[in-house]
Nanobody, 130 residues
Framework: QVHLTESGGGSVQAGGSLRLSCTASGLTDGRDRDCMGWFRQAPGKERERVAVIDIVGGRTFYRDSVKGRFTISQDNAKNAVHLQMNSLKPEDTAMYYC?????????????????????GGQGTQVTVSP
């Protein structure tokens, strides 16, 4: 059974950096394309996709507002996906969630957040002060 666990959130001032980690357990091999992504939800706002990575092919996708500041990467040895967040802004404040889409038929970039499952992840809070 797949389970995802997020860690690494915290509070920083604007311009600071944080690194989020999502550790996966229970993953099996044999699929052509698995997508893992980071999503966030700020109070009073809808959840949005932040960054996605094809953990088989390595291709990455970002929402426009984080391009050049955030980097999603994978650590196959640890079954983990990381989100390095630099130059953080107050508008990045949100609960960040990790989710996965296993056995995707198409490029990871075409799937919206509804296609991803959290597999038990509870999220990690990121707070950026001005």
């Amino acid at each position: 059974q797949v389970h995802l666990t997020e860690s690494g959130g915290g509070s920083v001032q604007a311009g600071g950096s944080l690194r989020l980690s999502c550790t996966a357990s229970g993953l099996t091999d044999g699929r052509d394309r698995d997508c893992m992504g980071w999503f966030r939800q700020a109070p009073g706002k809808e959840r949005e996709r932040v960054a996605v990575i094809d953990i088989v092919g390595g291709r990455t996708f970002y929402r426009d507002s984080v391009k050049g500041r955030f980097t999603i990467s994978q650590d196959n040895a640890k079954n983990a996906v990381h989100l390095q967040m630099n130059s953080l802004k107050p508008e990045d404040t949100a609960m960040y969630y990790c989710a996965a889409l296993l056995g995707a038929q198409y490029s990871c970039g075409v799937y919206g957040l509804s296609s991803f499952l959290p597999y038990g992840g509870q999220g990690t809070q990121v707070t950026v002060s001005p």
